[in-house]
């Protein structure tokens, strides 16, 4: 039987049975995406079945924007919020910033209303994810290369970035099946797996913002609390000077790099 929106008791008692912790809310917003009985119940369904909220909606909240975000597409999390304040704290005034492992391209949404940036772009490897962040960052002028780390960014950039924030994949591969269920049914394995020790990616963008940065620049990536120790050592062996961040609020942990002038 369809559920009808005046049938939200009996939503959110589903939802709840399912393990959605915020069942109510999750109730609200699903009622409010469906135009229809048919339609409610469908989403309903697919929640139960283990289907991200966003990608069902469409969309995820993110530092106060609504980010279009696809069926695969990684979600972004609230704790990368403290990654996006950090790489402000760190930008000068009108920096050249470049948005990599951008998923749904939710950093640089962000960063671009927050710095006012002279140029800004975005790269992913996954074409998925570079189709959905070029839905997002289009209408902002806002380019999206698809390609490995640097190597799809424009060679005339090298030396010039002031800012490169990266949300790498950075879970040990022995512990993506430890995830939750929404995150490794349903976004993309190279948004997750960091290598066996969870830094393969972030040691080559180590060693890649070494280059890409303009001297004094900075570059900024999220980690675990347990990872930063290690994480410090391998930036300071491509030559970048390491400060670490955290927030306990937000169970979340940054790190800025400078490129020494």
């Not at 309903?44 to 695969?72: K, M, S, T």
């Not at 990684?74 to 403290?82: I, K």
């Not at 949404?109 to 490897?125: E, Q």
Request: hydrophobic share 55%.
């Amino acid at each position: 039987m369809a559920l009808s929106h005046s049938d939200r008791p009996a939503l959110v008692q589903r939802l709840r049975a399912a393990g959605c912790v915020y069942a109510e809310d999750e109730a609200d917003l699903l009622i409010a995406a469906a135009d229809s009985a048919a339609a409610l119940t469908d989403l309903v369904d697919r929640r139960v079945a283990g289907q991200p909220l966003e990608h069902l909606l469409g969309w995820a909240e993110f530092c106060g924007l609504r980010v279009a975000v696809d069926p695969g597409v990684f979600v972004p999390r609230g704790r990368t919020a403290l990654l996006v304040a950090a790489a402000a704290a760190v930008a000068g005034p009108a920096p050249a910033v470049l948005d990599l492992c951008c998923g749904s391209g939710a950093a640089a949404l962000v960063l671009h209303g927050r710095l006012a940036p002279r140029w800004l772009a975005a790269a992913d490897i996954d074409p998925v994810a570079v189709a959905c962040a070029r839905r997002n960052l289009a209408p902002l002028g806002v380019p999206v290369y698809q390609g490995d780390l640097f190597a799809a960014v424009p060679e005339q950039w090298r030396g010039r970035l002031d800012l490169v924030v990266a949300n790498a994949p950075y879970v040990p591969s022995g512990a993506v099946a430890l995830m939750p269920a929404e995150a490794r049914l349903h976004e993309a394995l190279v948004a997750l797996d960091g290598g066996v020790d969870g830094l393969a990616v972030l040691r080559r963008v180590a060693a890649g913002a070494a280059e890409w940065l303009a001297p004094g620049g900075h570059l900024a990536v999220e980690a675990s609390a347990g990872q930063a120790e290690a994480l410090c050592a391998v930036l300071a062996g491509a030559g970048l000077v390491p400060t670490v961040v955290h927030d306990e609020d937000l169970d979340a942990t940054a790190v800025t790099a400078r490129r020494p002038a």
